[in-house]
């Protein structure tokens, strides 16, 4: 209401002057009381009838554009009537606008599909020549085989990375929910690290889970996979525990740990922190594609730490989110 008078106001100051132009000259010519009152109250009447009027079309107009304004994007042809010329000017430059922001989001998707496109099929085609590769690696057993199929591993590893960070946001994610053996997932993971255990003299504590997990086998795997090698990169001497705490899987390693200044922003994308800038290869994004991960899958992931003895992260299995296939 009051926006609206505001909006109003040079008209209302011109029928206040108007109404104040007749007092006076009523009062000049000394005409009666009855004479002057008479004519305002329908004047009076007339105003709060167009006003009212004129108020209930503004507010009718001020929802429809509040309602356009909460749409993804503009929708030009259901703009209110304009009132007057003015208006129609701007509808029209309103819509030459919403048209060119349409073409410059249809060009935007298009580069950025092609982008999607050329990087899945690099992940793909990068695949053959890794496993030829391991095809020679296994040819031979020796310390310097063993270290580069290590290597290769880990190239698998990032290609994979490489693959998830894709599919994460696709529309097409092959999410297959269902419950699981949460002693065969995690095995996978440490079959896959078995040669870098024993190469790095590193000890494994793996104590029986006994539990079942409504998950995506291949989403918890890779994260299962991305934990355990942040666990043996940063653990020079020691062991790395695997356990359960109620519904919570834990991954304990006795490496360098994290600081406590970097231990909050360990999931954000990107951050390395202090041990990631000293390992210089660190990319940041492991860990955060694990916490996307974990969130789409209704389980919960959590990390504690003390530096120099080691860190813990917490898969939490338990979710109430999804149902079973």
């Known amino acids: 209401m009051w926006m609206y008078l505001r909006q109003r106001w040079q008209l209302l100051l011109l029928l206040l002057t108007c109404c104040a132009v007749f007092a006076g000259t009523f009062a000049l010519y000394r005409f009666p009381l009855t004479a002057v009152l008479y004519p305002g109250g329908l004047c009076l009447l007339l105003l709060l009838a167009f006003g009212g009027m004129d108020y209930a079309r503004l507010r009718r107009k001020r929802r429809t554009l509040k309602a356009l304004g909460r749409m993804p994007f503009m929708l030009s042809e259901q703009l209110p009537p304009p009132s007057d010329g003015i208006e129609a000017e701007y509808q029209q430059l309103l819509m030459l606008l919403t048209d060119a922001h349409r073409r410059m989001e249809d060009e935007q998707n298009g580069r950025y599909q092609d982008m999607m496109d050329y990087y899945t099929i690099w992940a793909h085609q990068i695949k053959t020549p890794i496993a030829a590769m391991r095809l020679h690696l296994q040819q031979e057993d020796t310390p310097r085989s063993r270290m580069l199929m290590t290597e290769l591993m880990r190239v698998e590893q990032y290609v994979e990375m490489v693959l998830t960070y894709l599919r994460l946001d696709s529309h097409d994610t092959d999410y297959v ?149």
């Open 177 to 325: 929910i269902r419950e699981y053996d949460a002693d065969a997932i995690v095995r996978q993971a440490v079959k896959r690290f078995a040669g870098e255990f024993i190469t790095r003299h590193l000890t494994l504590q793996y104590q029986v889970l006994n539990t079942t997990v409504i998950t995506d086998e291949k989403w918890l795997l890779f994260v299962v996979e991305q934990v355990l090698s942040n666990a043996l990169k940063y653990t020079s001497a020691g062991s790395v525990s695997i356990y359960m705490e109620g519904k919570t899987l834990c991954i304990r390693d006795t490496g360098m740990g994290i600081a406590p200044e970097d231990l909050p922003r360990i999931f954000d994308k990107g951050y390395t922190g202090a041990a990631g800038r000293a390992d210089k290869k660190a990319s940041g994004i492991g860990l955060y594609l694990c916490k996307r991960i974990c969130r789409n899958l209704g389980h919960g992931i959590a990390a504690s730490s003390v530096p120099g003895e080691g860190t813990t992260v917490r898969i939490c299995l338990e979710q109430r989110q999804l149902t079973v296939e």
